[in-house]
């Protein structure tokens, strides 16, 4: 993968690389910080996997040479080393300890430069101010803008430009969470009652899958979120269809689905923009249809797995505060068209 | 007392510690049962034509659970109760932290308040709010009160509530 970790770090590599995807991985950097940390990361297993192995050397070694005084009885005879090879000793082990005071201090100061160059503020003007909201177990974002009209609220799935510097303003509802998109940035708590902020700049398009990366509670492992880098001409027409209301039913079917979903228990926490649904408890549904995944990157979104969800939240994300709201067989598939049509 | 004994004492002590106390299991997926919107409601009175008869009581299937209880607390913030009662103490809605009861204290009575709804201003959930977290919000209300078991209460509120003298 790269020259510089050079044949004896092989086994490591495999290891670490080997079984790493490249959505969720932070030694495929797609974006300037997460560069660094990179360089950071191979630099620190580059020299501390040279010293483990001169120690282990170091170790082995003796096991197949033979020492003069290795024909003494150990408990009956005293060998006392000379004068001269207690002198050699000492300066042996006080060079060993005085590289060892370097090496770590020299990894301190790395790692502070490292830090500072990628969490330090970075505002360039033409920024871009996303909310993240952590909560028990899903991400609800938000598209700041001077504008409050053009102010987008979604979940669980961020877009963003390319080449433009992100800010991300963490907040949470309940209890600590991290966020962490390891392609793009390292992590950053979200602490209830507090703001943190973390800037990232994605250099290539792609997806890149996040973790929640402070454990949250039960579903802690069920809580991922998708950052969609995209050219700056195609997040506009993102955000530009995402500010719009949800589509009208077009079909009865749909109309009728939209009728199942205002007279359930759905309305009292989830919000669909065009509708009276303007619940806050749980994430926005305007462009549901729109998005990778349902229930925090638990599950593809299809009309299958949407079906299961809504009919028993609890078995496959045990723990989650969706209600298990009963839906009558013969409405289930309208509210699915209806949800469907949310593009 | 003989070493023996002590010694005999303390590992049944330990016995008991370990296996006694058993911790309330947290119930996540509902019983059908409790999915379904709407129940039977409760009689309202006990008097009836023809002279009273025995009806079965009508009791909360959450009563002394702490973990339904602190659900029920999660549920009254967020389907706005606090919008008109507060946090208990009440607001454009009668406080719910109380010694009288407009329309009663028993559980079937709190229960049918909220899927019925009451005359000036208290909206009818029935149909909207799945049965079981109606009963987390019967359990919640009445641990306002002191009416559940201390242990299932939590100890210190970050809201309001009863105080000893104030509890029935």
Known sequence: MKARAGAPLLVSLLLTSG??????????????????????????????????IIVMAMTVWPLFHRHRGINQEPLEQRHSPSAATERKLTRVVAAATGATILIL??????????????????????????????????????????????????????HVPVGRRILIRGMSQDVIHSFWIPNLQGKRDLIPSRITTEWFEADKPGRYRGQCAEFCGLQHAHMAMWVVAEPPAEFEAWMAHQLDRAP???????????????????????AIRGTPAAGQVG?????????????????PNTKGNLAGWIADPQTIKPGNHMATVPVDSEDMQPLLNYLESLK | ????????????????????????????????????????????????????????????????????????????????CTGCHANGGGAIGPPLIKMEWIYGEEPSNLFDTIVKGR???????????P??????????????????????????????????????
């Open chain 1, 19 to 52: 079984c790493a995807v490249s959505y969720q991985s932070g030694l495929d950097p797609a974006g300037t910080q997460a560069a660094r940390i990179t360089e950071l990361w191979w630099f620190f297993i580059a020299l501390l996997g040279s010293i483990f």
């Open chain 1, 105 to 158: 201090l020299a990894l301190i100061v790395l790692s502070v430069i490292t830090g500072r160059a990628t969490a330090g503020n970075q505002v360039t003007g033409n920024h871009l101010v996303v909310e993240v909201t952590g909560n028990q177990w899903w991400w609800a974002v938000r598209y700041m803008n001077d504008d409050p009209t053009r102010i987008l609220v979604t979940a669980n799935e961020i």
């Open chain 1, 248 to 270: 009208a039913p077009s079909d009865p079917v749909t109309q009728r689905g939209q009728e199942v979903f205002l007279g359930h228990a759905c309305v009292l926490c989830h």
């Open chain 1, 283 to 299: 994430p926005d549904l305007t462009h549901l249809a729109s998005r990778i995944s349902i229930a925090a990157g638990t599950l």
């Open chain 2, 1 to 80: 007392m003989s070493s023996r004994s002590l010694s005999s004492a303390t590992a049944a002590m330990c016995a008991l510690a370990l296996f006694a106390c058993q911790p309330e299991k947290q119930q996540l997926r509902p019983a059908p049962a409790q999915v379904a919107v709407f129940g039977d409601a409760a009689r309202e009175s006990d008097i009836q034509p023809g002279g009273r008869e025995s009806q079965p009581q009508v009791t909360n299937p959450f009563h002394g659970e702490a973990d339904a209880i602190s659900q029920g607390q999660r549920l009254f913030s967020w389907y706005n």
């Open chain 2, 119 to 129: 005359p000036n201003g208290m909206p009818a959930w029935g149909g909207r709010i």
């Open chain 2, 131 to 168: 049965e079981y977290q109606i009963w987390q919000l019967v359990a919640y209300i009445r641990s306002l009160n002191g009416l559940e078991p201390q242990s299932a209460t939590p100890k210190r509120q970050d809201h309001i509530e009863a105080t000893t003298e104030t509890r029935p």
